[in-house]
């Protein structure tokens, strides 16, 4: 029996639609980084599906970078929860700005992806051509505000989904309508991922948790 064409159309692209869709382990893959040179970083336990963090005075995040198949990926969602977070603080001062839980999603130029792949988290968040969007549990910010981040200037910006407070909650989010928004253009490939928490700054505690990150 002959598939008619539009079969054999859907049958030839599914693989090219399945290499943009992909579930994010939590294992060996992530790497954890400081954020300052003396100060005390979080603790992270990888689980499979899941990272637990928990920040006391303290701030890291830890990084992985994607496979080059979900370079083209336009949207993320994921479940977080919150079982003890900080107050609510201003996303937009540096040096100020304590958040329960963020999840980084990092583009650069398609032309440096092969370039920028295997650089550290730190190298990328410095790269001038990279555009960051940093979506965060915390603040004392209303959800949907996007800011200026006080770290990556016109490199990065603050999207809050959630102010602070405790919780469970699933979140859907769209990776290109949010990098319009936010940088006034399509996003080049999304390279990396990032999980932060930040007590440092309201000398707190938080216990927080991701799991079932799927980036499509």
């Not at 693989?15 to 603790?43: E, I, M």
């Not at 992985?64 to 003890?84: I, M």
């Not at 960051?132 to 996007?146: D, K, N, P, R």
Request: glycine share 10%; net charge negative; with cysteine.
């Amino acid at each position: 029996m002959r598939l008619p064409s539009i079969l054999l159309c859907l049958a030839a692209l599914a693989p090219a639609a399945a290499a943009l869709a992909g579930s994010v382990p939590f294992d060996a893959g992530w790497k954890t980084q400081r954020l300052t040179l003396f100060g005390p970083s979080n603790d992270y336990t990888f689980e499979g599906d899941a990272v637990r963090v928990v920040s006391e005075d303290s701030v890291s995040l830890a990084y992985r970078e994607l496979d080059p198949g979900l370079a083209d990926a336009r949207a993320a969602r994921w479940r977080w929860q919150v079982s003890e977070g900080v107050a609510a603080t201003d996303l937009a001062q540096k040096g100020g700005d304590d958040r329960n839980i963020a999840v980084y999603f990092m583009f650069v130029p398609e032309d440096r992806a092969a370039e920028l792949r295997g650089s550290n988290v730190v190298s990328l968040l410095d790269e001038d051509s990279a555009r960051v969007l940093v979506y965060v549990w915390g603040g004392a910010h209303e959800a949907g505000q996007m800011l200026e981040s006080p770290y990556l200037g016109a490199r990065g910006r603050t999207v809050v989904l959630r102010p602070a407070g405790t919780g469970d909650a699933e979140e859907a989010v769209d990776l290109a309508a949010d990098h319009a928004r936010a940088f006034g253009g399509a996003p080049g490939a999304l390279v990396g991922v990032a999980v932060s928490a930040d007590s440092d700054d309201t000398d707190g505690r938080i216990d927080a948790q991701l799991s079932d990150l799927r980036i499509e």
